[in-house]
């Protein structure tokens, strides 16, 4: 049993040397056959790059020149990049030249009422007992920073509620001023120049946009 053992093995490699000595791959089958009008495929590299124009002498060519008639004006301000999109997409169908800007600005965002700064912190203190004492008590005794030693009497978002603020204090004998606070923000103009007569506002209906003549360049 062992020698026949041994005989099948030989014979069995003998069997895979000659396989793998006579085996050849199949062929690969042919690519399908490119319909006429299709263009085949081609790598990158091998497309022949077009010649690209000079950035700079594109930049130097003079714009369109502006009809003789025509307005030139600013506006704004525009308060959020999405206001200045709309107002651009909607003003650009009838505008000749039109381009936009950023400016820095300023916005209202409330009022402040307080009584002005004490001659020193024991006096802010007795305003401020004598404030408890006549029924005032939502105020604020400022210690630090540039109105230190004033009394706050309060924020307020709109100048009529300020106002009843002011007088109600006023009215126990004191001084309070409304001052209004305001913060620095970015704004948005649109320089354009258009034929007379563009009707601006019913393109760009805002109570707060205006417009300003501007030179034409």
Known sequence: MLRALLLLLL????GVAAWWATHRDPPRPAPPAIERGVPSLRLLSEVERRPVGDPAAELAEAPTPLSADAQCLSL???ETPA????AMDRLLPRVERIQFREVAG???RGYRVYLPAAASRQAALDVARRLA???????YLVTAGPHQDTV???GFRDLD???QRRDRVAALGYSPIIEPRTEAVSQWWIDLAAAPGLDWKALVPSESLQARAAPCR
């Open 83 to 86: 206001d200045l999109r709309l």
């Open 161 to 163: 509620a300020a106002t």
């Open 106 to 108: 300023t916005a209202l």
């Open 11 to 14: 014979c069995m490699n003998l």
């Open 152 to 154: 706050s009497l309060g």
């Open 76 to 78: 704004g301000p525009f």
């Open 133 to 139: 004492a006549q029924g005032i008590s939502d105020y």
